[in-house]
């Protein structure tokens, strides 16, 4: 449950805001171009943002609540995909595994598979000579 509200902006940047007083608390500036679009996992752990830049990106929630908590403002970017046109819509799947984006070039591609994303992480730190015969 998100109970801090966020914003997409056409300055690039991505507001999380305080309810009571309407203040903005932080902005993640990334983007260099107009955000259109953010999603969360349905854990609300990460938030992607997709902007005309022809990026997204995807961001913790985690590492930013606790700097917000201890006022050590920054944020967290985890991982960045650069399509071929701006991006007008992003959403994650029901389990949060995979993030689809919408293009002005008008394709959608799934730009984040975690279940790819975590086998290659495996294969980083065990190297793939270690790994099952039938795993890869």
Known sequence: LILT?????????????????????????????AVYTISFTPSCSFL?????????????????????????????????????????EIAYSPKGDK???????KKVRVVYDLTFFLFQLVILYVGEENLPADST
């Not at 914003?7 to 171009?33: K, P, Q, V």
């Not at 991982?79 to 991006?87: K, P």
Request: net charge positive; aromatic share 16%; charged share 15%.
């Open 5 to 33: 509200p966020f914003s997409a902006s056409f300055d690039g940047g991505i507001r999380l805001w305080d309810i009571r007083s309407g203040n903005c608390l932080y902005n993640l500036l990334h983007h260099t171009e």
């Open 48 to 88: 992607a943002s997709g902007s005309f830049d022809k990026n997204v990106y995807i961001w913790s929630l985690k590492v930013l609540i606790i700097k917000v908590f201890i006022y050590f403002l920054g944020g967290s970017l985890l991982r960045s995909y650069t399509g071929q046109g701006g991006v007008f």
């Open 99 to 105: 993030l689809a984006a919408c293009y002005s070039d």
